[in-house]
């Protein structure tokens, strides 16, 4: 006989509820990369009143939201090859300016898609060691070093319930001991030197069950703070 | 007198052999130089290196010399999108090396190149795949990867204006790589939509100055 | 709101320290920036290191901190001219050090602090007594010489315009170092002698992207 | 009793002279850089009709000639940091541009004075190992590598007679076998594997009274020709 455990219904976050997440954070002046996929989403979300510059690697920075239909101009696109526009004060600029900028350490803040992070903060974003698959790397591993700043955007599991929150990547790497934060669509967790620290999670969501979806060992804040987001 | 406007594209592309490395400038599908690079699948050399950001899309731009046999080897950042099924193909077959560059290491080999710097040390791709056989040294406690000069034969190149001295402006994000492709290669070869006169690009305004470039071909807009 | 313009010189340099390295911006007489120079003078901040290309005439620019005695250290390219009377008597009375820097390399020290790269192989001073104690590694049959990065805690700047935001625009020659100083310093403070709306430079023509630049203050023409 | 030996009475060519000389060996559609001094002359002796751009290393490629009284632009000088112009076609850069145009050879000649040469083409003109002198370098350094055709402009010898063109320089080096030609007040010289070439000599001047001049082993181009200048 199987004994039944009854969990509560979690409720975890969309997309756009991580992405909104996110975009608290960002303070007023900062200068942002948001990396292709989820994190593109985190402009909608920006606090209002706050001014934040984009940075895209292809040679832009005050990079402004999508055009109207109708409007692309085929000479202005992101990174993520998405048409764009330019706000008043932004600037083009060559590859070795952009990431010059990301390099050295010009930008406030970084979000990036993730497939794992370790508890050291090592970053797995461009591989998932498939031999036969078509390597393709871009601008993530640059994008991983440099900023002080750098978090991530990602589901707390893949889709079939692995962990993606490991002690150490299955995944090669994109770079080493560079993630400081997680947004996942259970939980918020920083990255400090005793490892992963949970700052919030969601609604009825418990330490050990969410200890169970991850590999590496957590560490509760006791100021930790039930992760609320809006309806979107 | 100087003169680096051509009239055809042929004149453009004239001398490029079997076996020559070849920079193609472009981000996605801005700055791609598509004219130059159909004349150069007319011309059918073969054998090419190619150094591209991307590995172009459908049966367009650097997948088209790629879907003619005319490659070799590819040298490329993110050689990966939804159409670029010539490039997955071929990479499956094993019918092309690919050597895989991190973004801005792509770029700044190619700016050493044309800076006479020998070699440098960047901390993009530590501990990764990257590095693996590289030299590895650490600064000030922060460990580095030793890079090399990239440098081409050839570069083909889009911009907007360009003057008889080679002096290009290039329009928004259709930058990206050309500035730096430009000083890397021996023969720098450029499509323009426009040709002015001396003195007609602002001089506080010319991205790369003339100097760096070899051939300039005018070309009817693609679109 | 981003706002990076102070009202005057001295909330220019705020918190600027003694011990302090410092950029300071120009070729001979284009592109210093003789006003921050007079403020930090008159600051009276002592122990400074100084980066710069050339060491100031007579009594001004840096001439005037040396003078002062504001200057234990010295990083330069060309520190002797007609006029250069303070820095040759402080020399030879061996009350400053002098650490003497090609002037190409100089400038790549300082870009590779801004762009985060942590050494590069250059062919310059191979040879000569500039490379003496440093690594010399050849490539490809060539001989080149390591160099290390040049960051440091303050640029002082001169450009034309600005904006709110810190984007920069020089003009013709006075802009010289002053794109790779503003990337190498923690602390990078302009002076400029217009200050426009968001937008009012042409987003083609900004030379230096507000990023790389903290406070802006619009000085009166000093001629 | 001593002997006298009556040597032919010789005409050096004065610096505008050298210049005049040197002019002529510049081709159209050059990229030339003129080092400070002596080599700025050349550029007032070009011949009609060919189109030379001039790179001057503090962020000018198109640098024109000095400006009338009372129109200098004080933000425009050039390396030497004199008043100069911009042409039609000019452009204006940072000096990492500057440098990289000499350093990776983009440059088609480069003109520069001279202490001492060596036979193997080392270059000495920077310092005079004064060691109570302030020691300055400027582009000098940078200059004399990347550019594949590097010649010099000087005095055969020094005020004081002793010879500049030597087995080995006595001065510290600007930098190592980058010299291929000389133009000086006597003569015009080419240095290749075994060393100095003798292609033109001042009239009434011969091969033994050169190499008197001449600490470094001379060889005579057999079809060595007089160097023949205009008065200026």
Partial sequence: MKTAIVETELKPLTRRQMAWRAAQDIVDGSYVNLGIGMPTLIADYVVAGREIIYHSENGLLGMGPAPPAGQEDLDLINAGKQYVTIVPGGSYFDSSVAFAM???GHLSMVFMGAFQVSESGDLANWSTN??????AVGGAMDLAVG?????????????????????????PLTAKKVVKKIYTDHAVLDIDEKGFVVREMIEGLTFERLQKMTEAELHLDPQWRVL????L | MINKVVSTLAEALDGIQDGASILVGGFGSTGIPFQLIDALFEKDVRHLTIIANNAGNKEEGVARLLGGGRVDKIICTYPRSTDCYIMERLYK??????????QGTFTERMRAAGAGIGGFYTPTGVGTKIAEGKEIRNFDGMDYVLER????????LKAQTADRWGNLAYNKTGMNFAPLMATAASLTVVQVSEIVELGGIDPQRVNTPGIFVQRVVQVGDPL
């Fill in chain 1, 228 to 231: 609320d987001v809006p309806e």
């Fill in chain 2, 149 to 156: 000069p990239l440098k081409a034969d050839v570069a083909l």
């Fill in chain 1, 102 to 104: 990301m390099r050295g």
């Fill in chain 2, 93 to 102: 077959e094993g019918k092309i090396e690919l050597e895989l560059v991190p």
């Fill in chain 1, 147 to 171: 900023c002080k700043d750098i978090r991530v955007l990602m589901e707390h599991v893949t889709r079939d319930g692995k962990p993606r929150i490991l002690k150490e990547c299955t995944y």
């Fill in chain 1, 130 to 135: 498939d031999e036969k698959a078509l390597p």
